[in-house]
């Protein structure tokens, strides 16, 4: 069976940084088009950054420059390089996998809070 496992969510203060991890299993990651999602309380869950199967990465306007997508093939993994976080980054971060023409797969998701 398919997982996604996240990691690398926290508590940081305005300004900092954090890596989150995403682990993938049961299905074959190299060929798949992978993204984070994030979801804050009370709102939609909304696409932050996707990179497909040659490594080409998309970023919604409002993170650009601040986050980076990536994956390590040989590891199963993609990764978002966060920084210059602000209060409005902080939301539950869930990574997902696409397949048959939809976001197919989802990690349980990872917390990030970003306070003063």
């Known amino acids: 069976q398919v997982q996604l496992m996240e990691s690398g969510g926290g508590s940081v203060q305005p300004g900092g940084s954090l890596r989150l991890s995403c682990v993938a299993s049961?299905?074959?990651?190299?060929?798949?088009?992978m993204a984070w999602y994030r979801q804050a309380p009370g709102k939609q869950r909304d696409l932050v950054a996707r990179?497909?199967?040659?490594?080409?990465?998309e970023y919604i306007d409002s993170v650009k420059g601040r986050f980076t997508i990536s994956r390590d093939n040989a590891k199963n993994t993609v990764y978002l390089q966060t920084s210059s976080l602000t209060p409005e980054h902080t939301a539950v971060y869930y990574c997902?996998?696409?397949?048959?023409?939809?976001?197919?797969?989802w990690g349980q998701g990872t917390q990030v809070t970003v306070s003063s």
């Open positions: 990179i497909n199967s040659g490594g080409g990465a």
């Open positions: 997902s996998a696409r397949e048959w023409g939809t976001w197919m797969y």
């Open positions: 049961g299905f074959i990651f190299s060929a798949q088009t």
